[in-house]
């Protein structure tokens, strides 16, 4: 599976974030970063107890031609840490089938793809992640971490 992000749930089963620009928005992607900033979409793809695929839609534009992280809580929520630290979730309550944007990253001023702490996630039930500011030129930038706790 080509994918972009990938984290297995409670019961071992995988689950991945794919981004594309979808059809309906055209058949054909001329130019790849201006395409899927203007139309592209992550969608979450995870196999279910029955053995089967589903695919959602997470209903956030890309806005960029960068990837998207995945993670899961304790309880198999799931968290698509999007390009510039916008953060949208799903429930394992609803199959995963209510994604909605929790963070939108405002004034955060943000570049770039975001990396999970993984760690944080297991151990401690934060969602944390650094992010860069943009940057003029030549200029160093700063460095932060956006925390989010969990439901525990």
């Known amino acids: 599976m ?5 984290f297995t749930d409670s019961a071992g089963r995988p689950h991945a974030v794919i981004s594309y620009v979808p059809g309906r928005f055209g058949r054909c ?9 203007r139309s592209g979409r992550a969608f979450h793809v995870r196999k279910t107890a029955s053995g089967t695929w589903r695919k959602t839609e997470i209903p956030v ?10 993670v899961l809580d304790r309880y198999d ?8 630290g916008r953060t949208a979730g799903a429930s394992a309550a609803s199959d ?4 909605k944007l929790l963070y939108d990253g405002a004034g955060l ?24 500011e943009k940057s003029s030129g030549t200029t ?10 969990l439901p525990a």
């Open 2 to 6: 080509n994918q972009e992000s990938q």
């Open 29 to 37: 992607t001329t130019d790849y970063v201006a395409d899927r900033t």
């Open 61 to 70: 534009p890309l806005n960029s031609g960068q990837r998207t992280k995945l």
């Open 77 to 84: 929520n799931a968290y698509a840490i999007l390009p510039y």
């Open 96 to 99: 995963h089938t209510d994604w």
């Open 109 to 132: 001023n943000a570049f770039g793809e975001v990396v999970i702490d993984e760690t944080r996630v297991a151990r401690d039930g934060v969602l944390s992640f650094p992010y860069q």
């Open 140 to 149: 160093p930038s700063a460095l932060h971490v956006v925390d989010f706790r």
